[in-house]
């Protein structure tokens, strides 16, 4: 029998202690714990975590096998997980591949010098626990200039808030773009939305989801590739406009014409202009002097894209 003496939940790329008692048929060799020192999501539902496995009972233990269940495990010491030496109270690294969130258990046979059988040990890790909020569902949306992020939970359990995370290959370098409050305590369904207004090109998503205990937990990978834009409307400075001077910076990927549209507050054109790009980045400056009023919609469309922005006045009174 196994007893777990202690429950923790896992906290990514970041040295987590679990300490257990272990039940072993000699004093051969034993496991007190387990540090979780990194973990890397594969994208096919398994993950691989480094880690390292603290050893107890070794004083006649020379050599120990070491496997895991419903996975696989390697670069025990950076070298086979069979034949491992073994010393009192040491620690011996390894790489264990397996489902997500999924218990890990370590098992370990030991040896003594003659190579004769000496004792077993072996070791639960419960991996991910239960996020703090249910998702039952996270999905994005995109429109011309935006990612939105859409997500709902079930229930929540004193969930603090949901930090939006993104990177551009999923696996690594995943930064905060962004943070939304959550309910706190809820046993009925919740809608939360995120948008973000820089999206890159291929972006993976997570929501990070965080405790009132400052503990937390992570989200699928969720995952928004966008089309190449023909052009990109950079740059509309001043805003607000002080003076008469509007200068637009547009980016083009190849030669060819748009449509530029000023429009006051109530929708009335005011000038429309039909301009030729060059590839690469394109200045143009538009003088609204005679024009009336102290706001405007500014538009660029080429036929497929269109990009708007608002324009005030600056009141200098």
């Known amino acids: 029998m196994y007893n777990i003496y202690t429950k923790l939940k896992l906290t990514v790329l970041s040295a987590l202690f679990v300490l257990l008692s ?11 714990g387990i540090f979780i020192n990194d973990e890397i999501d594969n994208l096919d539902g398994t993950c691989t975590y480094q880690v390292s496995i603290i050893l107890a009972n070794t004083s006649t233990a020379h050599t120990a096998n070491i496997g895991v269940s419903d996975g696989s495990i390697s670069n025990c010491m950076g070298g086979s997980c069979t034949g491992v030496t073994v010393s009192p109270g040491g620690t011996i690294t390894a790489t264990i591949t397996k489902t997500c969130g999924d218990v890990i258990k370590v098992s370990l046979d030991g040896f ?6 000496c004792g077993q ?3 639960f890790f419960s991996g991910l626990e239960p996020l703090p909020a249910e998702l039952s569902d996270f999905r994005a949306i995109q429109d011309d200039r935006s990612n939105k992020l859409i997500w709902k939970t079930s229930s929540e359990e004193n969930t603090m808030a949901f930090q939006v995370q993104r990177s551009p290959d999923g696996i690594r370098d995943f930064e905060n ?8 305590n809820s046993s009925i369904e919740r809608s939360y939305d995120f948008i973000d207004k820089e999206p890159i090109s291929l972006a993976y998503y997570r929501l990070q989801i965080i405790d009132f205990d400052a503990s937390y937990s992570f989200s699928e990978v969720i995952a928004v590739e966008r089309a190449k834009t023909e052009i990109d409307l950079l740059e509309v400075y001043p805003v607000p406009l002080v003076g008469n001077e509007l200068t637009v910076l547009i980016h083009s990927q190849s030669e060819g014409p748009v449509f ?12 429309q202009d039909r301009v030729q790009l060059q590839a690469g980045v394109n200045r143009f400056v538009f003088n609204l002097e005679e024009e009336g009023g102290n706001f405007y919609f500014f538009t660029v469309y080429n036929g497929d894209q269109r990009f708007s922005k608002k324009i005030w006045k600056a009141n200098l009174d």
């Open 22 to 32: 272990v039940t072993i048929s000699s004093a051969c060799i034993g496991a007190t």
């Open 260 to 271: 530029i549209d000023l429009f006051d507050i109530t929708g009335k054109v005011l000038e």
């Open 121 to 123: 040990g072996s070791i």
């Open 177 to 184: 773009i962004g943070q939304v409050e959550a309910s706190g």
């Open 112 to 117: 003594d010098t003659n190579d004769n059988s």
